[in-house]
């Protein structure tokens, strides 16, 4: 009988791919799947369920993101379940021109999730989060204001939420 071989944390990292690396994709796919939500109206279990099956990776399945598929379901059930008060927080934190509305629908996908991050993931540095949000609306919207209108509007919320990464207590 032979041993079943241990798998290190840098095996793990080969197989899979990094960290950031995966919570970058599960980013892209969370807003990619709330914008999906907005535009059908289906509900979070089934397009969860729909991107575990069909968009990402397994062990470098070709073809396929690898994701970090458990902060993907985190970041999109935590928009659902707390989607009233991050549109409030959105809307407080937009210029006086702007409403959450009147965002194109990427652009609410994109302001949600990072409001959401913020909002109820402290474990992720604030800065990160911005930056994250900041390099998803440049793929979106290659030359664009919306880049800058996300990063005001995050760090914003950021200030107001998490005053201390900022020396703001």
């Not at 109206?41 to 470098?60: A, N, T, Y």
């Not at 030359?143 to 800058?148: C, D, F, L, R, S």
Request: no cysteine.
């Amino acid at each position: 009988m032979t041993d079943t071989p241990e798998i290190s944390e840098d095996t793990v990292e080969i197989i899979q791919g990094p960290l950031p690396v995966r919570r970058r994709a599960a980013r892209l796919a969370a807003v990619q799947a709330l914008y999906q939500m907005d535009m059908s109206g289906e509900g979070d279990k089934p397009v969860i369920r729909q991107f575990r099956d069909h968009h990402f990776g397994h062990l470098g399945e070709a073809g396929k993101v690898e994701a970090d598929e458990e902060f993907f379901s985190d970041v999109v059930e935590g928009v659902v379940a707390n989607q009233t008060e991050i549109d409030a927080a959105v809307s407080d934190h937009l210029s006086a021109k702007w409403s959450l509305k009147r965002l194109d629908s990427t652009l609410r996908a994109i302001m949600r999730a990072g409001s959401y991050e913020i909002m109820r993931r402290p474990d992720v540095p604030a800065l990160v989060v911005i930056d994250e949000y900041v390099s998803i609306a440049s793929d979106f919207f290659e030359g664009g204001k919306e880049p800058g209108f996300v990063n005001g509007a995050l760090e914003k919320l950021a200030k107001h939420v998490r005053k201390a990464e900022f020396g703001m207590i």
